[in-house]
Structure formats: structure tokens, C-alpha cells
């Protein structure tokens, strides 16, 4: 999937563009949002893959590695208690270890590994392309983090190139009520450039790095996606609020 065909991906007339888009970028930016903070992960590109937060989140080696030290504990606290037999109280909790290490195992092997390692390589490739970005939400207030790629040196004119499907970033242990429900906001600008490093038939979306930093993607909608009726209803949904706005004041 390529992100450097500067051809237009929605009709002409009414298709969003970079100054539509980086307006309602700003004017979410300056939205009463969640004080949620993300926690720094390890450096990818000098740290192996599975030190790495999120990547070991998508593999499943989290849940793999907390259901291993469970059963192991459960085990251990029945045969201190009963000896070598095991406490009929134990039992439940030990099929419920066991039964996470097999699907974190499981995740590990199959997609969810597959998907982090791919991540990882395409963080560290060389060769990245130069792009400016949008940064949105969906919905505006505590939404999923989504970043519209434009080419680099194009107008303000130009039509979005793709959208990114960005991860939630790790949060501090400590949270405060309700931020559980609540992805931690980017701690970037609404509008800036970035790196795409990784854009690989094993990993089409790449990886976007900004400031020095990478962000993990969970989907995109490439060409033919914006094309269609999900991406349009997407680009409908981000820019709702700013014409309700814009009505508004005309009224």
C-alpha cells in the first residue's frame, strides 16, 4: 500500500483537505480533554522487541508472563497449605491460569506475535518518507487517536494520502478514576511532520516516528479505503463538529 501517490482519493467537490483538516486538528487540540499522561516506552531501535510495552501488549507475551507467575504462585500457596495434594479453593484459579497462559501462548505464536515483530522491523527500517499530519480524534473528546498523512510538500489544497489507526499509549500504573476507559492524548502538536519508516508488503501501514518517537498503528485506510464508504463516513465524522460550529455562527 503506497502513501506517495499525491492522486486525489475523494471526489473533488466537498473532499477534505489539509487546511480543512488541520484547522479542526487545532480546534480539537484546544478541547477540555482528559488529563490523561502516557508512560515513555523503551527505545525500540536499543531495545530488544519484547521490552518494548506495546509491542509485548500486541503479542501477548504480557498475559502469557502474568498467567505463568500466577499458576506458579497458586501452586505454591496450596502446597504450603495442603502438602502435596491441592486445595479444592486453588482449583478455579488454577484453571484460570492455565487457561490464560495457553491463549497467551497461543497469541504468541499465531498473529499477535507475528504482528509485534512486524512492527518492530518496520520501526528500525531505513529509508523513511517525509509527512505532514493532522492529528484527530474519534470522537473528539477521549477518542481513538488518528493521524492524516499529506505529502510533504504539497498544498494546502491537498487531499489526506491516509489515515492511521493509532494504538492507545501505555499508561502510568496509578490511574485515576474512570481513565481506564480513556486512551492517553499524543503528546505531540495537531499539526507537524513525521517519519513513516517500514512501508513493507509485510507491514503496508508503517510506522509513524515523531519527535524521535515511535506510534504504534492498529489500522489504516489507504487509498482504496478513502475511497469507500467506511473511510468517507470516517472523514464525515472528523469534520461533524467543525461545519455544526461553522453553521452555527452563520446562523
Given at each position: 500500500m503506497?502513501h506517495?501517490?499525491?492522486?486525489?482519493?475523494?471526489?473533488?467537490?466537498?473532499?477534505?483537505?489539509?487546511?480543512m483538516?488541520t484547522?479542526?486538528a487545532?480546534?480539537q487540540?484546544?478541547?477540555?480533554?482528559?488529563?490523561?499522561r502516557s508512560?515513555?516506552?523503551?527505545?525500540i531501535?536499543?531495545v530488544?522487541w519484547?521490552?518494548?510495552?506495546?509491542?509485548?501488549?500486541?503479542?501477548?507475551?504480557?498475559?502469557?508472563?502474568?498467567?505463568?507467575?500466577?499458576?506458579i504462585?497458586?501452586l505454591?500457596?496450596?502446597?504450603?497449605v495442603?502438602?502435596?495434594s491441592?486445595?479444592?479453593?486453588?482449583?478455579?484459579?488454577l484453571?484460570?491460569?492455565?487457561?490464560?497462559?495457553?491463549?497467551?501462548?497461543?497469541?504468541?505464536?499465531g498473529?499477535?506475535?507475528a504482528?509485534?515483530?512486524?512492527?518492530?522491523?518496520?520501526?528500525?527500517?531505513?529509508?523513511?518518507?517525509?509527512?505532514?499530519y493532522?492529528?484527530?480524534?474519534?470522537?473528539p473528546w477521549?477518542?481513538?487517536?488518528?493521524?492524516?498523512?499529506?505529502?510533504?510538500?504539497?498544498?494546502d489544497?491537498?487531499?489526506?494520502?491516509?489515515?492511521?489507526e493509532?494504538r492507545?499509549l501505555p499508561?502510568?500504573?496509578?490511574?485515576?478514576?474512570g481513565a481506564?476507559?480513556?486512551p492517553?492524548?499524543?503528546?505531540?502538536?495537531?499539526t507537524?511532520?513525521?517519519e513513516?519508516?517500514?512501508?513493507?508488503?509485510?507491514?503496508p501501514?508503517g510506522?509513524?516516528w515523531?519527535?524521535?518517537?515511535?506510534?504504534?498503528?492498529?489500522?489504516?485506510?489507504?487509498?482504496?479505503?478513502?475511497?469507500?464508504g467506511?473511510g468517507?463516513a470516517?472523514?464525515?465524522?472528523?469534520?461533524?463538529?467543525a461545519?455544526?460550529d461553522?453553521?452555527a455562527?452563520e446562523?
Amino acid at each position: 500500500m503506497s502513501h506517495d501517490d499525491a492522486e486525489s482519493l475523494a471526489p473533488r467537490t466537498g473532499a477534505p483537505t489539509y487546511a480543512m483538516l488541520t484547522a479542526e486538528a487545532r480546534r480539537q487540540a484546544a478541547l477540555p480533554r482528559p488529563g490523561a499522561r502516557s508512560r515513555r516506552e523503551a527505545d525500540i531501535r536499543r531495545v530488544p522487541w519484547w521490552r518494548v510495552r506495546t509491542l509485548r501488549r500486541i503479542s501477548g507475551l504480557s498475559i502469557l508472563a502474568t498467567a505463568v507467575v500466577c499458576t506458579i504462585l497458586v501452586l505454591a500457596i496450596s502446597g504450603l497449605v495442603a502438602g502435596p495434594s491441592l486445595m479444592p479453593e486453588a482449583l478455579l484459579p488454577l484453571v484460570v491460569s492455565v487457561g490464560l497462559s495457553l491463549y497467551g501462548a497461543y497469541r504468541l505464536r499465531g498473529g499477535g506475535g507475528a504482528t509485534a515483530r512486524a512492527l518492530a522491523r518496520a520501526a528500525c527500517a531505513p529509508g523513511p518518507v517525509s509527512k505532514r499530519y493532522a492529528l484527530l480524534y474519534d470522537p473528539p473528546w477521549g477518542g481513538i487517536a488518528l493521524l492524516v498523512l499529506f505529502p510533504a510538500g504539497g498544498s494546502d489544497d491537498g487531499r489526506p494520502e491516509a489515515v492511521l489507526e493509532l494504538r492507545p499509549l501505555p499508561q502510568p500504573s496509578h490511574r485515576f478514576l474512570g481513565a481506564r476507559k480513556l486512551p492517553a492524548d499524543l503528546p505531540v502538536e495537531p499539526t507537524g511532520n513525521l517519519e513513516l519508516h517500514g512501508r513493507t508488503d509485510e507491514s503496508p501501514m508503517g510506522v509513524p516516528w515523531i519527535d524521535g518517537r515511535p506510534y504504534w498503528p492498529k489500522r489504516s485506510y489507504g487509498s482504496d479505503e478513502l475511497k469507500k464508504g467506511e473511510g468517507q463516513a470516517l472523514m464525515a465524522r472528523l469534520l461533524a463538529d467543525a461545519a455544526e460550529d461553522a453553521e452555527a455562527m452563520e446562523s
